[in-house]
């Protein structure tokens, strides 16, 4: 199941708990960028965010987090708990992709992802996202710069 969250102080511990889970949060940060400094507060009451708790019988699995970078286009980001990875993760990220399309305003849904997360670039392609470039060295990690893979799902297709 796919909801989206309001604000509330319920759903800011629960947003800070999954970007900062120890399965993530090293994924999803860069060098320079703590995660303890990100502003959950006015990001959940900010329209142009959309933070997606997703769920299964067997509870919270994560999140789904989009942004807007235009009036066209969301950045997105998978969250996902170890428990809901593979088979059930991929359904959340179907049913967020579709949750997308049919509850906001965008046309298409893009992500970067670096290239020391070959899951993750798996991941999105099979949820339904298709490789439509790269940017060098763009992704500061460890003291270095990594490539990122840009992909992207446009609504009805490309």
Known sequence: MIERL???????????????????????????FDLRD???????E??????LRASTDNGYAGLFYFHEWNSATAWSHALLLPDFRGKTGLRLG???????????SFQKLVAAVPEMNRHALSYVCAVGYSIEGRLK??????GGLY??????????GD
């Open 6 to 32: 309001t604000m509330s102080e319920e759903n800011i511990r629960y947003v800070r708990s999954i970007f900062e889970h120890p399965t993530i949060g090293p994924f999803v940060s860069t060098d320079g």
């Open 38 to 44: 990100f502003p959950y507060e006015g990001a959940l």
């Open 46 to 51: 900010d329209d142009r965010h959309y933070f």
């Open 94 to 104: 179907k049913e967020a992709v579709k949750w997308m399309f049919e509850n906001g």
């Open 137 to 142: 060295r763009s992704f500061p990690r460890d």
């Open 147 to 156: 490539d990122e893979t840009i992909v992207g799902i446009s609504k009805g």
